[in-house]
């Protein structure tokens, strides 16, 4: 039985950690008896829509990626530039999860630029060859930029107080450091619009500290 003064020596007790395994037996990633949980409460969460990645493709990308392989694939874009399947060549070298759905981080050969595409997206696999481009050449990915958030300057100090002490702020500000790749996808989850202050401070809690810098950012990220 744990006494009073009992200290972990093995286990260091971490609540994010705790609350991400209770989340994964929620979502049915991971069976009870597979975490380190001896007693789990009740507990559900709510399931999104899931993303069907075929498990041949998912494949593919990986040997790609670790052989350093380009491959011809067969994608469905939804944007008006390519409203057909399409064949083209890319050179994948990464994976991104934008807290929603699943990319392939690539070199477009066609375009001769590195694109996100969405793994669901992928419909055929065939020609293999060697990559035309690494992820040395892929500048934004690469780039770490730091976004600043702060508690919406509406919220009165109280209020203020415990956003501060929820995001785990220090001095009122909190720096995250993200790729420049996945900035675009960091601001959409957190409803950054840089028009944030104008939004009930109810509803949205936290805006950007340095949107100045965040847009210049974000409008060379676009134009690479």
């Given at each position: 039985?744990?006494?009073d003064?009992?200290?972990?020596?093995?286990?260091?007790?971490?609540a994010?950690?705790y609350?991400?395994?209770l989340r994964?037996?929620?979502?049915?990633?991971?069976p009870l008896?597979?975490?380190?949980?001896s007693?789990?409460?009740a507990?559900d969460?709510?399931?999104?829509p899931?993303?069907?990645v075929?498990?041949?493709?998912?494949?593919?990308?990986l040997?790609?990626?670790?052989?350093h392989?380009?491959?011809?694939?067969?994608?469905?874009s939804?944007?008006?530039?390519?409203?057909?399947?399409?064949?083209?060549?890319i050179?994948p070298?990464?994976?991104?999860?934008d807290?929603?759905?699943?990319?392939?981080?690539a070199?477009?050969?066609?375009?001769?630029?590195?694109?996100?595409?969405?793994?669901?997206?992928?419909?055929?696999v065939?020609?293999?060859?060697e990559?035309?481009?690494?992820?040395?050449?892929?500048a934004?990915?690469n780039e770490?930029?730091v976004v600043?958030l702060?508690?919406?300057?509406?919220?009165n100090d109280?209020?203020?107080?415990?956003?501060a002490?929820?995001?785990?702020?220090?001095?009122?500000?909190l720096?995250?450091p993200?790729?420049?790749?996945?900035?675009?996808?960091?601001l959409?989850?957190?409803?950054?619009?840089?028009?944030?202050?104008?939004?009930?401070?109810h509803e949205?809690?936290?805006?950007?500290a340095?949107p100045?810098?965040?847009r210049q950012?974000?409008?060379?990220?676009?134009?690479?």
């Amino acid at each position: 039985v744990r006494g009073d003064r009992f200290s972990p020596r093995f286990l260091q007790p971490d609540a994010n950690q705790y609350l991400s395994q209770l989340r994964s037996i929620a979502e049915g990633g991971l069976p009870l008896n597979e975490t380190w949980l001896s007693d789990a409460p009740a507990v559900d969460a709510l399931r999104m829509p899931g993303r069907n990645v075929r498990v041949d493709i998912l494949r593919a990308m990986l040997e790609a990626i670790r052989k350093h392989n380009s491959l011809e694939v067969r994608y469905q874009s939804l944007t008006p530039k390519r409203p057909k399947p399409t064949w083209f060549w890319i050179s994948p070298h990464a994976f991104a999860f934008d807290g929603n759905r699943w990319h392939v981080r690539a070199f477009l050969h066609q375009d001769e630029q590195f694109v996100d595409l969405l793994l669901p997206r992928f419909l055929e696999v065939r020609g293999t060859a060697e990559a035309e481009a690494g992820p040395r050449d892929d500048a934004i990915w690469n780039e770490i930029v730091v976004v600043d958030l702060k508690p919406h300057p509406k919220l009165n100090d109280d209020q203020k107080n415990i956003v501060a002490r929820d995001f785990g702020m220090k001095g009122g500000r909190l720096s995250v450091p993200v790729r420049l790749a996945l900035l675009y996808y960091f601001l959409r989850r957190l409803h950054l619009d840089f028009n944030e202050e104008e939004q009930p401070p109810h509803e949205q809690h936290i805006v950007l500290a340095n949107p100045t810098r965040i847009r210049q950012l974000l409008e060379r990220a676009r134009l690479v």
